[in-house]
């Protein structure tokens, strides 16, 4: 086990998977000589060659497109959009072929490819480096869709992302990954203290469609993803209610066996996400919850 902030152990399960699977190729703005802008991808170009981590040009429809080029023929590309606020170039070749290809061919293609990209707000990066996006990708079948919140279960569901046959949005929080966001931005710890920075240097995977239950409680069900999971944490202990909190790790599909079972038990739910309220995904869980939870 070694301390990883969230870059390093994103990094390390990179590294896994190029020495597990040959057919792996990493690539995206920035990706390869630099290491990537928040350098994720740093030291993997020397160490797997320029063939297998490699930069892209500006202009993320053609990586998009590229990505599944590679996969329909047997490769299994990770392919990075710089923030997430950018991924909508890519918007088309990602809803309607990327997603579409195993349906559309009646099974005969898939498109097993990785797509990473910081989301969120955090960094003062204005409107066009601060947008939760998820909610878009959500609403398209096809697609799975998941969110990391802390070092341990960014390297786990990115090696489970990277080995799943279906394409994958993988979504970190960028104001995370140096440290857990408790809401104070003017005192944002490292991961150095915190249990979950604990990370194994070998192979290992976390199962997507499996949330995670951070804290156990009696009286209400908190469920957040991403950077809002510390914040309703801090939000839980500063309230002095006991709650149980649910980080919901993979949004699409979302583990409603884990949800609804907590939820019969307390009787209370509160739904916490970064992204617009309009339309968001919390909208579409509440409306799950309710046909599930407080009619049975």
């Not at 070092?151 to 046959?165: H, M, Q, R």
Request: proline share 6%; with cysteine; aromatic share 10%.
């Amino acid at each position: 086990m070694t301390k990883m902030n969230m870059i390093a152990s994103l990094n390390s399960a990179l590294r896994c998977q190029l020495e597990k699977d040959p057919n792996i190729v990493i690539f995206g703005e920035d990706v390869g000589y630099f290491g990537g802008v928040f350098r994720v991808t740093d030291g993997l170009q020397k160490d797997f060659g320029a063939h297998r981590v490699f930069d892209a040009p500006l202009a993320e429809g053609g990586i998009a497109a590229i990505a599944m080029g590679m996969s329909l023929n047997g490769l299994r590309p990770v392919a990075e959009i710089q923030f997430a606020d950018y991924i909508f170039p890519a918007y088309d070749q990602i809803v309607n072929e990327i997603a579409k290809i195993r349906h559309r061919s009646g099974g005969e293609f898939s498109a097993p490819l990785t797509i990473r990209t910081p989301a969120g707000g955090g960094i003062k990066g204005g409107h066009h480096h601060s947008q939760s996006p998820e909610a878009q990708f959500t609403h398209t079948p096809g697609l799975k869709v998941v969110y990391c919140s802390n070092p341990y279960n960014a390297k786990g569901l990115l090696t489970s992302a990277i080995e799943s046959n279906d394409p994958v949005i993988f979504f970190e929080p960028k104001r995370c990954y140096r440290g857990p966001f408790y809401g104070d931005p003017h005192n944002v710890p490292t991961w150095n203290d915190h249990p979950d920075a604990e990370v194994p240097d070998d192979y290992y995977s976390i199962p997507l469609e499996q949330a995670r239950i951070v804290r156990e409680g009696e009286a209400c069900t908190v469920i957040a993803w991403g950077t809002m999971v510390h914040v309703s944490e801090q939000a839980i202990k500063n309230s002095g209610i006991d709650c149980e909190l649910i980080d919901l790790q993979t949004l699409v599909p979302w583990d409603r066996d884990t949800v609804v079972n907590s939820i019969k038990k307390t009787g209370r739910c509160v739904i916490v996400h970064e992204a617009p309220k309009t339309s968001g995904f919390g909208a579409e869980m509440s409306a799950s919850i309710q046909e599930r939870c407080f009619y049975h």
